[in-house]
């Protein structure tokens, strides 16, 4: 076990422990709040038929404390949450670390997009991802800038280097990054899709437009509130007048209400969410940052002349505490004598001139450190990893003992060098001898070099190349396309690339697999001598053992590679370890007879 590993069973351990004790008090204070009822009871009971005045104070005195054991017992439920969230978390990362991260929900498959150059075959999303590994997001916003940040590896240098200042600062700051997160999925019921909000928000402002509106508003509840107090305290005027003035409120109020309902019922909606951006923003803003990006990010939620972020949208969750009033047994008498809906709206719209323009920046700041905060878990748990180094003005990638970052204790690690004098790799090798993982363990770690991230190498050196796949092709129903054709149209896509001159990696694996052994020789033939010719470096794989020919006919362009198996006690083995030249092995006889199918005429 690893000290990573300790450390979150450790932490783990102690969320149970505290989790446990936090439930005793709990119980403890449960029973002693019956009790005080029980005697607060008869006490006041016992006590009226003797002295009104002792029977008051009795009361008074056990009604106290019984609503002070009330504010104890929230105050216990709310540290009770915040444990079992923590308790999550780190759970949630001992998985992690200890390979069992496979079985995490969001696994992220919508964004392995068929047409995008990369996403569906380097797993970045989908099943065994780099997306299911890390991906901490709570907010929609924030999957949705992940996910954009995995689809739009970073395009020069300073930008790689600055990526990775923001992730090692994160990276080093375990605490504040598992607070951030803890903070989060407190929201039991989930993010919903800010849109709605935001929309809503932007609505234009209706009532404190008029100030006959607001100051009518604010003056008839006072006056309505002095004339009750005039008639039926200090019995000073007649019924008829209070009577009169609470029917006009009351007409008024239920007018308001359902002209305002919908929108009222809409902010509600967001109530946990609002409640939840507001701790967020408070978390970010009182954490002073040193790296340039993240830097950036608080700055826009500081204003030297206003309210920060935080304390305008606590502004916002006032606004919706008034709002949930509409929801408790007194509403209706509430809303008839203070006009309580138009007192919610003036204090929503007031909130609107101020903020409401702003609030889908903070969201997106929010967005970006749910982001950054995931991708520095590849970082924290693997110290062992090393940052890229990152080279312009050339095409080039070296890196030794690269390992698919993945695979974990599975993993073997390989070589690769491609430079503009030798820019194609063909590896030839038998069914299950690893080619596959190769070109995505080489993909994946040029990706993360991209996305900022430390990769799985002893040492790693790239330019900046766009990465082009083609892999895992299949059939589409939907659009009537069969997987060679399929597989064409990614070719299409690498041609056209390379025809404007873009400077690219391309992996290809068993190219033009969906047609017959003559034709798929040809084009094979003719597409890797095309790319061996142009600004770009990448590798092949197939079975085709006559392409090997293109290492003689490449001029040094094209360098052959292998993988191959060997035999022990009769069964099949492999180490999964890069040679050079071809494969001089073959095994598809040998599991086809594994499986039972006997092969007669054996070449």
């Known amino acids: 076990m690893n000290n990573k590993s300790d450390k979150y069973k450790e932490l783990v351990d102690s969320c149970k422990l505290e989790i446990e004790d936090i439930q005793k008090n709990i119980n403890k204070i449960s029973n002693i709040r019956l009790i005080v009822f029980i005697l607060g009871f008869v006490s006041t009971v016992l006590v009226f038929g003797i002295n009104i005045l002792f029977s008051i104070l009795s009361l008074i005195l056990f009604g106290s404390f019984f609503v002070y054991l009330i504010i104890i017992h929230q105050k216990k439920i709310d540290r009770l949450n915040y444990a079992k969230a923590y308790l999550s978390v780190n759970k949630k990362s001992s998985e992690r670390i200890n390979n069992k991260w496979h079985k995490f929900d969001d696994i992220g498959e919508e964004y392995a997009f068929v047409d995008h150059s990369f996403s569906g075959d380097l797993d970045v999303f989908g099943k065994f991802s780099l997306f299911q590994w890390v991906n901490t997001t709570f907010t929609i916003k924030g999957r949705k800038i992940f996910s954009e940040i995995l689809l739009n590896p970073l395009k020069n240098q300073s930008e790689i280097k600055i990526r990775q200042n923001s992730i090692d600062e994160l990276a080093n700051d375990f605490e504040w990054r598992q607070a951030f997160n803890v903070e989060g999925i407190l929201n039991k019921n989930k993010f919903k899709d800010p849109k709605d909000l935001l929309n809503w928000l932007n609505e234009p402002i209706e009532f404190i437009n008029s100030k006959f509106k607001v100051i009518f508003s604010r003056l008839m509840p006072a006056i309505t509130l002095s004339l009750i107090v005039l008639t039926f305290i200090f ?75 935080h304390q305008q949208m606590k502004s916002l969750e006032k606004v919706v505490n008034m709002i949930d009033v509409r929801y408790n047994m007194f509403y209706f008498v509430i809303n008839i004598l203070l006009l309580w809906d138009l007192q919610c709206v003036i204090s929503y719209e007031n909130w609107k001139t101020e903020s409401d323009k702003k609030i889908e920046k903070w969201l997106e700041v929010i967005g970006w450190f749910e982001a950054l905060s995931s991708l520095s878990i590849v970082k924290y748990d693997n110290k062992d990893w090393i940052y890229p180094e990152i080279i312009e003005n050339n095409i080039y990638i070296e890196g030794e003992e690269v390992g698919h970052p993945l695979l974990d204790d599975k993993r073997v690690c390989n070589d690769v060098k491609l430079t503009k004098e030798t820019n194609v790799s063909l590896i030839t090798g038998s069914n299950m001898s690893g080619k596959s993982t190769y070109l995505r363990t080489i993909g994946l770690n040029l990706l993360m070099s991209y996305y900022g991230l430390p ?7 790239c330019s900046i ?7 895992r092709i299949s059939d589409n129903l939907e659009k009537n396309i069969s997987s060679f054709y399929a597989e064409l149209l990614r070719i299409k896509q690498i041609i056209k690339a390379l025809d404007e001159g873009e400077p690219i990696f391309f992996l290809l694996d068993e190219i033009f697999k969906g047609t017959n052994s003559i034709d798929r020789h040809i084009g094979a033939k003719e597409l890797i001598m095309k790319l061996s010719k142009n600004t770009t470096l990448g590798i092949v794989s197939t079975h085709d053992l006559e392409l090997s020919v293109l290492e003689e006919m490449g001029n040094g362009k094209i360098r052959n590679l292998h993988f191959s198996e060997f035999y022990e006690n009769k069964k099949i083995k492999f180490n999964y370890k890069m040679h050079k030249g071809v494969s001089k092995t073959r095994n598809a006889v040998y599991l086809m007879e594994m499986i039972g199918l006997k092969v007669s005429n054996k070449v």
């Open 465 to 471: 190349l766009r990465v082009y796949t083609c892999m």
């Open 455 to 461: 990769v799985c190498a002893k040492s790693f050196k």
């Open 235 to 309: 019995d000073l005027l007649p019924n008829f007048i209070s009577i009169f003035f609470i029917l006009f409120q009351g007409i008024f109020a239920f007018t308001t209400s359902l002209k305002f309902s919908k929108k009222f019922r809409n902010l509600n909606n967001y109530k946990d969410d609002i409640f939840i951006y507001t701790k967020l923003l408070n978390h970010i803003e009182k954490k002073n940052f040193s790296s340039t990006f993240i830097k950036k990010l608080k700055e826009n939620l500081e204003n030297k002349n206003e309210k920060s972020a």
